[in-house]
């Protein structure tokens, strides 16, 4: 058997199903294009069938990011599948993922079906969707917890049917990984034509063994993997791509794998989604995690000091972490300005670059030393900007112990400029609400994280704000060296998403 292992990535489907995640169409592109260049095996784009804004997402990535399997998943009716052929049907490879439950539980209480109804219904899912691509993968939802016997029933059924992909999840993260391992063995053995497909696994972090449960289905015959970039997903999440693959990595000589991934992408992709999801990654994660590679203890520190396996098993530069020296300041010109972004993998056109120094300029003038990470910071900023309705011009706060906070604001919109002044329960608040008025656009903070980017009391401030508008969520970004500047920016940051998204909606743009 091959010891190829295929990467399967969610982060654009399961992974925004996290509670809160809502990604736009550009930001969706913007990761995809970033998983490429990563060299995962296939992309889930999203499920077309939720939303017309989900359908258009993974349309744009069929129909512009080269290189994996592009999919997109739908439950098993001749509708859902339609409509993701629609979606999937322009990109180089594409694949069509289709799923139903074959555990009692899901189909007593969720289906109202019988196991010989869903047994049909998988095979003529299959069979349907085979008319149109010939690369078709069927999830057995809740597997994990389905009768066996079952289960390899459906699977024979589903293969039979022309499936070339079969994905067994353990959809609410029960399983723990003897077990699961010995599950994905048992149906290698009982299915007859298990040869002509290839079984897949997909494992949820509930009890926090969703990795060891995907690396125990792999050594056990599964040869593909479902994972997200951080491990984001329903509830706990997915397992985490970045640990499975730097698991097959490091304990090469243990599993004997294959993966095809350009390592060095693996921090920038971790980062990207971070903020680009606002789901902050816990400093202790492993691999991603900003103390990932810290060594805090005197002791380990002498030891990494005199040879780093001592205390380290990765290293840090295999994932793209660069702990460069070289820092630099306001009198720094364009052209070192220009070989650290190309060292940090950014490679600007002029006008991009002209724009990204003025803005290195700036800081700089607030900030002795700017660090890679200030450096990344930035660039994102201007890399992923959507276009601007409202500008921030001028903020002004009043604020202290024993007064009411009060803010004057003035945004520039369509080269006017307009002014605001109001009051709140604090300085943020007071500059929003200004903003508000401005706007009428009346957006409620629902989540807020402000994050120093680098060290040092001038360090830069990223806030992260999720703002609801509408009933939606809409992520903000903000990046000032003043933090209440940083709030503001990002709250203008999510009204100007959404402005941009309304007019999309309304044909507009
Ligand atoms: O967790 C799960 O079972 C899933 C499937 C629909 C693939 O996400
Ligand atoms: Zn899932």
Known sequence: MSNRIYLFDTTLRDGEQSPGVSLNVEEKLEIAQQLARLGVDIIEAGFPVASQGDFNAVKTIADNVKGPVITGLCRATRGDIDRTWEAVKSAESSRIHTFLATSDIHLKHKLEKSR????????????????????????????????????????????????????????????????????????????????????????????????????????????????????????AGNASLEEIIMAIYTRKAFYDKEINVSYKELYRTSKMVSTLTGMSIQPNKAIVGKNAFSHESGIHQ??????????????PELIGINRSNIVLGK????????????????????????????????IADKKKEI???????????????????????????????????????????????FEAAATGDGPVDAACKAVDKITDIYGKMVDYKLNAVSSGKDALGEVLSQIKIHGKNYNGRGLSTDIIEASVKSYINAINKYYYEQQKDNGEI
């Open 371 to 417: 660090t890679d990470e200030d450096i990344e910071a930035l660039i994102k900023e201007q890399v992923w900007a959507i276009p601007e309705r409202f500008t921030l011009n001028y903020l002004h706060i009043s604020s202290g112990t024993s007064i009411v906070p009060t803010a004057t604001v003035k945004l520039t919109v369509e080269k006017f400029i």
């Open 302 to 315: 002498a030891g990494v000091l005199k040879e780093k396996s001592t205390y380290e098993i990765m290293s």
């Open 116 to 235: 010989e109804e869903a047994l049909v219904q998988a095979v003529e899912a299959v069979k349907y969707a085979k008319k149109y691509c010939s690369d078709v993968e069927f999830s057995a939802e809740d597997a994990s917890r389905s009768d066996i016997n079952y289960l390899a029933q459906v699977v024979e059924g589903v293969i039979d049917a022309g499936a070339t992909v079969v994905n067994l999840p353990d959809t609410v993260g029960y399983a723990v990984p003897e077990e699961f391992g010995q599950f994905i063995k048992t149906i290698m053995e009982k299915v007859s034509n298990i040869d002509k497909a290839i079984i897949s696994i997909h494992c949820h972090d509930d009890l926090g063994m969703a990795v060891a449960n995907s690396l125990a289905g792999i050594m056990n015959g599964a040869r593909q993997v479902e994972c997200a970039v951080n491990g984001i997903g329903e509830r």
């Open 331 to 362: 009198h720094s010109g364009k052209h070192a300005f220009n070989n650290k972004l190309e060292e940090l993998g950014f490679k600007l056109d002029e006008e991009e670059l002209s724009k990204a120094f003025i803005n290195f300029k700036e």
